[in-house]
């Protein structure tokens, strides 16, 4: 699976070799201590913001599987339904899987998916306010979302040595990032 954490629009702070982001460009780590242990960063004096990000990603799959979930023909039930409900669930306890991450109060969530000829494309929105950002939240969802959907249509997928030589989720990256300060 390829990841991107940037929104493209080149405001992305650098990576070191490890891909911790520097404080403004500078070679200190927000998530280490000055012994180099890895720490959760103190955002007690941050204001309250006004926060959202959006994730997308896509799961390529057999045009007959997409045909079979564009008519609700997968016998595990409804997919797509299942799939939002598990993005969902996945924004809400994102603080619990990424062990840096910060359980914030999540305001409302979006997800979509895009029915194609051959994928499946999920959309996912986070809206918090709070002193930190919901990227992770967002990428979260649309990984979990796209997960469920694999899980779901995974016996139309295999092949005849079980295997899934058409399915994979690929291009999920951070596709907004906004913040507005009170």
């Known amino acids: 699976m390829r990841m991107s954490d940037g929104s493209g629009d080149g405001t992305e702070e650098p990576l070191d070799e490890v891909g911790a982001t520097a404080v403004g460009g500078s070679d200190e780590l927000t998530h280490t201590d000055d012994e180099g242990d890895v720490q ?13 990000a959006v994730a997308r990603g896509e799961i390529t799959l057999k045009p007959s599987t997409v045909e079979a979930i564009r008519d609700d023909q997968v016998e595990k039930g ?40 051959d994928r499946v494309t999920a959309t996912v ?7 930190t950002g919901c990227e992770m939240e967002a990428l979260e969802g649309v990984t979990t979302g796209l997960n469920v959907v694999w899980d779901m249509v995974k016996a139309a997928e295999k092949d005849a040595d079980g295997q899934y030589p058409d399915t994979a989720i690929e291009d999920v990256s951070v596709v907004e990032k906004r913040k507005r300060e009170h």
């Open 40 to 52: 959760m960063v103190d955002v007690g004096d941050k204001p309250d913001t006004e926060r959202r």
């Open 125 to 131: 929105a986070v809206e918090t306010t709070g002193k």
């Open 78 to 117: 409804d997919v797509l339904a299942t799939a939002r409900i598990g993005a969902v669930q996945a924004v809400k306890h994102t603080w619990e899987t990424i062990p840096m991450c910060h359980q914030i109060p999540i305001t409302n969530v979006d997800c979509e998916f895009d029915v194609r000829e």
